[in-house]
């Protein structure tokens, strides 16, 4: 288990300092958190909606070090995001706040994003802009090489190091309501890199999502929503394929499978305008965990402000 530990430490913090990827936090249910990686959704929606997701990823996953102490490695993602339609810009404002904790690394972010929305066709379109203001922090005194601490000059005199980074994205979005969806993005597209510090680079990410509503014949109210997600920074590629049933438009489970890495159930329900969701992923690689949990929260709400003030008349003083 260690030595499993290292390797999959070493390969998220040193590959990052020689400009290999660095990938940004993955979501078992990227089909309700699209704000996430794609500025394109962002007015797209009839209100103020407000967001949360909790991911454990691999739960159970610890080092032990060399005096017996064991600590909890495993990535962990936090992420809080708003967006709202704003009729003067034609279009929405966004913002989501991500914590990204992965060994002894730890990303915060805060992305800042304006959405154009216009009707193209039977659909809309959403265009957008992201702005990403990134802080990456890295213990160095956690880490070990593999046979001699001393003996690995990236480790030598090295600390708690944390950078600064400002990047951006860019993205599309094409729905057609109750028919199909197509967004694709560009993140990190500057690819900021440092020099001292962490010495990390950003690598740029693509990100690809379509998705299909099908209602059963005959069966208004049941369907069925099958959608894939692409990430790729060029290098290597990641794919999800998820299919969920949704009864009543209130009530949905299905099944996703992330290619050689973890097959996940998801389930979720809407209350009037509050929206839940829980996935469990089960790993079909040599991980040697309990699995991961996502927890999601949504919620949508309107303010109706009259433009113009109601004024009544009485006859008995006309």
């Not at 390969?11 to 990686?37: D, E, R, T, V």
């Not at 990410?205 to 069966?219: A, H, W």
């Amino acid at each position: 288990m260690l030595r499993k530990l290292l390797i999959i430490i070493i390969f998220h913090s040193f590959f990052g300092m020689i400009a290999i990827a660095q990938q940004l936090p993955q979501y078992s249910q990227y089909m309700f958190n699209k704000i996430a990686y794609n500025p394109g959704v962002v007015g797209a929606s009839n209100g103020i909606c407000v967001g949360g997701l909790i991911r454990q990823q691999w739960v159970g996953f610890k080092e032990t070090n060399a005096e017996g102490q064991s600590s909890n490695v495993a990535p962990e993602t936090y992420v809080v995001s708003v967006n709202a339609p704003v009729r003067a810009l034609r279009g929405g404002l966004g913002a989501t706040i991500i914590q990204d904790k992965i060994g002894y690394q730890e990303d915060i972010s805060v992305n800042l994003m304006y959405g154009y929305q216009t009707m193209l066709g039977s659909g809309d379109l959403g265009i957008g802009l992201q702005l990403s203001i990134i802080n990456k922090t890295l213990d160095f005194n956690k880490l070990e090489a593999p046979d001699d601490k001393g003996s690995d000059p990236v480790l030598q005199n090295k600390a708690e190091e944390s950078d600064m980074y400002f990047d951006g994205g860019i993205g599309f979005y094409y729905s057609v309501p109750d028919n199909y969806y197509l967004g694709l993005s560009v993140l990190q597209i500057r690819q900021a890199s440092k020099n001292d510090g962490t010495g990390m680079q950003l690598k740029r990410q693509f990100n690809f999502i379509g998705g299909y509503e099908f209602t059963l014949p005959n069966t208004p109210t049941v369907d069925i929503l099958p959608s894939v997600m692409i990430k790729t920074d060029g290098t290597s590629a990641q794919y999800d394929f998820s299919a969920l049933l949704r009864l009543n438009n209130k009530i949905w489970g299905g099944v996703s499978y992330r290619y050689q890495d973890a097959a996940a159930i998801i389930i979720g329900f809407q209350y009037k305008d509050l929206n839940i969701g829980y996935s469990y992923d089960i790993p079909t690689s040599a991980i040697g965990s309990f699995g991961s949990h996502e927890i999601r929260v949504n919620y949508c709400f309107k303010i109706e402000v009259d433009r113009f003030k109601q004024s009544y008349r009485n006859t008995r003083f006309l």
